[in-house]
T-cell receptor, first 110, second 110 residues
């Protein structure tokens, strides 16, 4: 069965500090993983997907199949990064159906 | 620009009332979804649909039903609202690689 775990409900860092939001998954097949973000009073939106191997707003995430992790990282956090972050997994043939973690609320202090 | 529109941003209903939440997308997506978003629980899938008149149960379908009479419209129905259905409801449509969310409908059941 598919499962996504985000162990940190809340995460606080100071501006300019590195930040890492953890995500672990459970899936027997070949996973597709995503990070979605929700800024205050905005709709939930895609931040990045592992298959694209891209960096968005300075964030990167590497899929580690050995550790079944997809942690989101940014070397220098900014105040505008404060938001709710959700890790999500797509598995099997059901295209578009995602399994979400419980989310991590990131606060970046000035 | 993909647009997913949820007609009601805020609703207050009484226990036992029938509630309709409407969602319209303008990108001709075949896949549409209804999620429930609760603090500490993340996003949980209620129902989804891959085509007109087609629906599948998600992880928490109890107490809900859906209707998809036209491709662009996906409605969530609470036949008899209960207080434990007080929540934020998110509609989404998708391509195989990305979910596009509406702004959400915050339902309070008194």
């Amino acid at each position: 069965a598919q499962r996504v775990t985000q162990p940190e409900k809340l995460l606080s860092v100071f501006k300019g500090a590195p930040v890492e939001l953890k995500c672990n998954y459970s899936y027997s097949g070949s996973p597709e993983l995503f990070w979605y973000v929700q800024y205050s009073r905005q709709r939930l939106q895609l931040l990045l997907r592992h298959i694209s191997r891209e960096s968005i707003k300075g964030f990167t995430a590497d899929l580690n199949k050995g550790e079944t992790s997809f942690h989101l990282k940014k070397p220098f956090a900014q105040e505008e990064d404060s938001a709710m972050y959700y890790c999500a997994l797509s598995g099997g043939s059901t295209l578009g159906r995602l399994y979400f973690g419980r989310g991590t609320q990131l606060t970046v202090w000035p | 620009d993909v647009k997913v529109t949820q007609s009601s941003r805020y609703l207050v209903k009484r226990t036992g009332e029938k509630v309709f939440l409407e969602c319209v997308q303008d990108m001709d997506h075949e896949n549409m979804f209804w999620y429930r978003q609760d603090p500490g629980l993340g996003l949980r899938l209620i129902y989804f649909s891959y085509d007109v008149k087609m629906k599948e149960k998600g992880d928490i379908p109890e107490g809900y039903s859906v209707s998809r009479e036209k491709k662009e419209r996906f409605s969530l129905i609470l036949e008899s609202a209960s207080t434990n259905q007080t929540s934020m409801y998110l509609c989404a449509s998708s391509t195989p690689m990305e979910l596009f969310f509406g702004e959400g409908s915050r339902l309070t059941v008194l």
